[in-house]
């Protein structure tokens, strides 16, 4: 239970990473691109991939998949940190977690998985979620119809579709023969680079702060993963409690987070969604 707890923990503080370099007005795309290289290394030395060295594995790898993995790391990445700026923790941290559903209907349609009407439920209890967390605010807030949903809520859309993506894409690289731990350490060097080449191209000002920042975001980012696959090796019989305790998990103690520690403001729709995904969680994991 400790590593659940620990995985927990690590993915919230990394939102709340994201939302200080923001209010501090540091630049996040250096923080991430640091977050990359500390991912890098600490890979190599604590989960030890040296057989990826080896020429006829290196050659059997799914390579237009990492090479798609390095792409998008790092720009989801940088919409997260919009999101966590623009509408806070919480919303974003359960676009995040909510992002598992559109990875369900992909494994219905594209992985052939089985269906159940307990799935479909889940899948449309999820969806109602994240359009509760869309919702702006109170009837004069919305007294015109443009109004209606947050003028910034597309950055959650965005997150709960480059997340989605990034699962489906993980999920497809274990079905052509790669493994997980191998798919993010190579993830992890392209991105950097990719990152890297973007940030020279933009001749940014490189900023002491926003690259100490990504030292910190690394770590947790990384040990978030570390700890969340030990959780799995530790109930490696029983997926599903790992599955519903690191989302509720995330999802609440997000909430809690950017309510308490930010103030941000959620309306009554807003918790209403918060409320449903957990319920969704719950039915997803636990009945279906």
Not at 72 to 83: R, Y
Request: glycine share 6%; charged share 10%; net charge positive.
């Amino acid at each position: 239970m400790i590593y659940l707890i620990l995985a927990v923990m690590c993915s919230v503080v990394v939102s709340v990473i994201l939302k200080y370099s923001r209010i501090t007005g540091g630049d996040i795309r250096q923080s991430i691109l640091i977050n990359y290289v500390i991912a890098t290394l600490l890979s190599w030395f604590l989960l030890k991939p040296e057989r990826l060295l080896q020429s006829e594995t290196l050659t059997q790898l799914p390579w237009w998949l990492y090479i798609l993995l390095g792409l998008l790391l790092p720009s989801v990445f940088i919409v997260m940190s919009k999101a966590v700026s623009c509408v806070g923790i919480a919303r974003s941290d359960v676009a995040q977690r909510l992002s598992l559903f559109l990875t369900l209907i992909a494994s219905f349609w594209i992985f052939n998985e089985a269906v159940s009407t307990l799935k479909i439920i889940s899948v449309m209890v999820g969806l109602s979620a994240l359009l509760c967390l869309l919702y702006k605010g109170s009837e004069k807030e919305i007294a015109s119809k443009s109004r209606f949903f947050d003028s910034q809520a597309y950055y959650l859309f965005l997150v709960w579709i480059g997340y989605a993506t990034i699962d489906i894409l993980l999920k497809e690289s274990s079905k052509l023969g790669g493994d997980l731990l191998s798919g993010l350490f190579i993830s992890f060097v392209l991105g950097g680079i990719v990152l890297w080449g973007y940030l020279l191209m933009q001749k940014v000002r490189w900023d002491i702060k926003s690259l100490a920042l990504g030292l910190v975001l690394g770590l947790f980012n990384f040990f978030n993963i570390l700890f969340y696959i030990y959780a799995h090796q530790a109930y490696k019989n029983n997926p599903t409690i790992v599955f519903t305790i690191m989302n509720i998990g995330v999802i609440a103690v997000g909430s809690l987070v950017g309510m308490y520690g930010f103030k941000e403001t959620l309306n009554r729709i807003n918790l209403l969604g918060i409320a449903l995904s957990i319920l969704a969680v719950v039915m997803l994991f636990q009945f279906a």
